[in-house]
């Protein structure tokens, strides 16, 4: 009988040791294939975004010509969506599981422009902005692929226009050139024909008769530094093409093999925009274009020299100018010093010259001036319904105020605002002005979670980016600043569908998925159970709420908490362990940058409690210039005590551009009230990510510093001086250690790696024994984000971003819950899962985690 049982236990300890082999066994050909082929995510959870909709800059949108339901943008943030309910709800055309966005195999980081055919509302293809090459799709646009068999033709050149024969779509165009990249072309005196052109982009239109599988250089009669703006081909006889560039407007009667420059009736060759009417009940056709306004002097001030808005009713042969009463009296508006510095800084800008010696040479505003359109649409329906956008902003050198979006419903003759915001609309001295010129007064423009910006200035700070018909012209879509806006009435009025609100009596939305927003991390406290503080850049604070809505009965609702009551970054956020009204905020950029604001009402009511970084020089039009001051925490025993840390290389952790200043830990010990740095023993110039607390020692401090002299960092009084953690050397390697936490079994988890660690370097590594010993449960070469369930300890999520060591691939968010022993890859729905920049497990709701991204906000997923 013994012998029998002796026999079952050896049996059953060789099951498990055959499991557990075949377990490790599985993980290292896990891992393998995560360093060298695109691992799959799991279908059965899928990230969902939630969060205000949009809520950044877009200039990037395109109807199809055949769905009027089917809109795709791409927001500058690095994303790119579909919508197929005509902009109510969103879906990323990046694919999850493919290497990170900079090598162009997840889409299209940014449309350029794109076409479908005719025949068929699946098969399209697109161009983009940033990234060379051509994209195909079969499936209408729900996903993008690279177009692999053009791209030794195209070569370098950046890809401006496609465009399909409409009667045949094995016919298609492709043209070169920058000109459609209006959020950085720019137009002066200096360069009339463009200030962001690209050598190898001009005198280069390709014609393919096969879908794209073969393409001829058709280039005979174009300028030689010509770049495309826009390839239209001709609705009714597909021998004529149309072609706008910086060097002229082009017409083909033999399908591309020789092109025409038609300049009768035109006065600049620098063509900005070009858009077609066709009448389907006549067969006409009507061409408009935006020539490029320039100015000259005029004693003491400016005139009109050329440019404008063009048409052309016999097929672009010759062309007439309908700039109509456009041209504004800018003497009106002396006393409006936004209005006169705008206009300025664009004359100084278009002379290259300073801004003061703009005003010294010219100090008389001009009784007749016109803006510097950008584009113009017609109302498929009605050939006289035309739109022009003016697109500014308060330091733009783009154009000036006021008019963001102009209409004309007789064909050029009259114009006036269509797109209003402002005090001034609605009542001063501007209003006899605008009665006197025709224009209709009073705002017309209502937002959701941005609704503070109604009426907010005298007019809008920032312009309209575009206006675009659907397919069968019932919807006009614009976007002004961060805020994605539809016109159901050919624009009398103008609202936001970016977001749907939850609760009449609070600030609570399920956004659209279209999100634009820099994410910048979490924040928990369990004495709030249910709710995420959700930190984001431009857009302050989220909080994640239950509630619902019957329009979008699947999202997640947040809370919105604008806290100081203007644009503001925020960073860190936490509340003080004894007393749950005090509320702390740091911002890194925008508004209160550098403050610490305390609130003692719970988050009601903010003021400045302490300056945490000194004020920082902002150089204009250079970049977003941070301070990235993160993980705010206390010592528990007594929380006069506070820290935080600044990260140098925020932007390569997925923040929002480097860090300018203040690199290291900071320490208070009056509150917040005032601050000090704390890094000796750390590295020069410090690039700490994280800083943490000993979780049974509260004299003890860990920071995780990245970098060739990085590391994991200890403290043994309260971040006074630091010592490396000697058993952490190797594992740091070259590049440091990025991230710590403590489990509430004791487990204690670090990562590490970085965009140039070696492929067998980095990973999750854990320590069973206080840091006596590590081991790798992870095996990827950079590793940034870990986070254990505080409900289950064997729940454990972390974020990887890509390494060049692997081709960038299977950067995204990976899920154990039997501790470390097996992992999935969750990245399905978030098409920035190569930009993640902090994660989070929910304390109270098992299988719920939370994601936050570079530039398309917060997302969740539930088990």
């Known amino acids: 009988m013994l012998s029998k049982l002796i026999k079952m236990n050896f049996s059953k300890i060789a099951v498990v040791l055959l499991l557990v082999t075949a377990s490790a066994h599985s993980q290292k050909i896990f891992f393998k294939k995560l360093k060298t082929e695109d691992v799959k995510s799991d279908p059965g959870m899928v990230w969902q975004q939630f969060g205000p909709g949009m809520s950044g800059n877009n200039k990037s949108a395109f109807w199809h010509p055949n769905d009027p339901k089917a809109l795709y943008i791409s ?71 690279p177009h692999k068999v053009s791209a030794k033709t195209f070569g370098k050149a950046y890809l401006a226009s496609v465009a399909v024969d409409p009667k045949d779509d094995n016919v298609w165009y492709v043209g070169a050139g920058r000109m459609g990249y209006i959020g950085k072309i720019l137009f002066s005196k200096e360069k009339p024909h463009g200030t962001y052109t690209d050598d190898g982009s001009q005198q280069k239109i390709w014609k393919s008769t096969d879908k794209g599988q073969t393409w001829l250089l058709i280039k005979k009669g174009l300028h030689l530094k010509a770049e495309v703006q826009k390839i239209i081909v001709d609705p009714v006889n597909s021998e004529v093409l149309y072609v706008s560039t910086n060097y002229g407007f082009y017409k083909s009667t033999n399908g591309g093999k020789s092109w025409n420059q038609k300049t009768k009736g035109l006065d600049t060759d620098v063509i900005r925009y070009l858009t077609i009417h066709h009448d389907k009940n006549t067969g006409k056709r009507t061409l408009f274009l935006i020539g490029s306004v320039e100015w000259e002097a005029d004693g003491k001030t400016m005139k009109d020299s050329v440019g404008g808005v063009f048409k052309s009713t016999d097929e672009g042969e010759s062309w007439q100018k309908i700039n109509g009463d456009l041209a504004l009296d800018l003497t009106q508006f002396s006393k409006d010093k936004n209005i006169k510095k705008g206009y300025y800084n664009n004359l100084a800008y278009y002379l ?111 312009a309209c980016n575009f206006a675009k018909f659907n397919a069968d012209g019932t919807i006009l879509h614009a976007q002004v600043a961060k805020i994605s806006l539809m016109s159901y009435d050919k624009g009398e009025t103008w609202i936001d569908i970016d977001d749907v609100q ?157 860090s300018e200043v203040g690199f290291g830990v900071h320490k208070s010990i009056d509150g917040g009230a005032t601050w000090k740095q704390t890094n000796t023993g750390l590295p020069d110039n410090p690039d700490v990510s994280t800083v943490r607390k000993d979780p049974n020692n509260p004299n003890v401090l860990y920071a995780t510093v990245q970098g060739r002299k990085g590391g994991l960092f200890k403290s043994e009084n309260k971040g006074e001086s630091w010592k490396k953690v000697s058993g952490t050397i190797k594992i740091a390697a070259n590049t440091g250690i990025n991230d710590i936490h403590f489990a509430k079994d004791g487990n204690i988890y670090i990562t590490a ?111």
């Not at 697109?126 to 692929?145: A, E, I, Q």
Request: glycine fraction near 10%; aromatic fraction near 12%; charge should be positive.
């Open 75 to 145: 927001p500058n943030m690095g994303n790119s969506y579909a919508s197929f309910d005509g902009g109510h709800t969103y879906q990323t055309v990046l694919d999850e599981d493919a290497s990170n966005v900079k090598t162009g195999l997840r889409g299209p980081n940014e449309f350029g422009d794109m076409d479908f055919s005719r025949q068929s509302d699946y098969f399209g293809f697109s161009t983009d902005l940033k990234l060379k090459g051509l994209y195909v799709t079969g499936n209408k646009g729900k996903t993008w692929v």
């Open 352 to 462: 290259g010259v300073k801004s003061k010696e703009a005003v010294e040479k010219f100090p008389e505003l001009p009784k007749s001036i016109t803006q510097r359109f950008t584009q113009i649409s017609v109302d498929p329906n009605d050939v006289n319904n035309l739109y022009l956008i003016n697109m500014y902003s308060n330091a733009s050198r783009n154009n000036f105020a006021p008019g963001s979006m102009w209409r004309s419903k007789d064909g050029g003759k009259h114009w006036y605002i269509t797109f209003r915001n402002g005090k001034r609309w609605n009542k001063g001295k501007d209003i006899a002005y605008w009665k006197s010129r025709n224009n209709p007064i009073g705002t017309n423009v209502s937002y959701l979670h941005l609704n503070h910006w109604e009426n907010r200035d005298d007019y809008d700070r920032k």
């Open 502 to 658: 939850t609760n009449p009596n609070e600030e609570s939305y399920i956004g659209a998925g279209n999100s634009n927003m820099p994410g910048h991390g979490f924040y928990q406290d369990s004495r709030f159970p249910g709710k995420v503080y959700c930190m984001a850049g431009e857009n302050t604070l989220w909080v994640t709420n239950d509630e619902t809505s019957s329009k979008r009965p699947d999202g997640q609702s947040a809370t919105f908490h604008n806290l100081i009551g203007a644009e503001a970054s925020l960073s860190a956020y936490a509340i003080h362990p004894k007393d749950v009204n005090k509320h702390y905020a740091m911002f890194f950029r925008q508004h209160e940058r550098g403050s610490l604001m305390r609130s003692t009402d719970g988050g009601k009511h903010w003021e400045r409690h302490g300056t945490a970084i000194p004020k920082w020089e902002i150089k204009a039009y250079s970049g977003d210039q941070p301070v990235h001051q993160l993980n705010l925490i206390f010592d528990d025993g007594n929380p006069e005590i506070m820290y935080f840390n600044v990260p140098k290389s925020g932007r390569s952790m997925e923040y929002v551009g480097n």
């Open 753 to 863: 790696g970085f965009k140039t660690e070696d492929m067998d370097n980095g990973g999750l590594w854990m320590s069973e024994d206080n840091m006596k010993t590590w081991k790798r449960i992870f095996d990827y070469p950079w590793v940034n984000r870990v986070e254990v369930a505080k409900y289950d300890t064997n729940v454990i999520l972390i974020s990887t971003l890509p390494n060049n060591a692997v081709k960038g691939r299977n950067a995204g968010t990976y899920l154990s819950k039997d501790g470390g022993k097996n992992w999935i890859k969750i990245n399905k729905g978030n098409g920035q899962s190569d930009r993640i920049n902090d994660i989070a497990i929910d304390y109270t709701v098992p299988g719920k985690y939370y994601v936050s991204t570079y530039g398309s906000g917060f997302y969740v997923t539930k088990e």
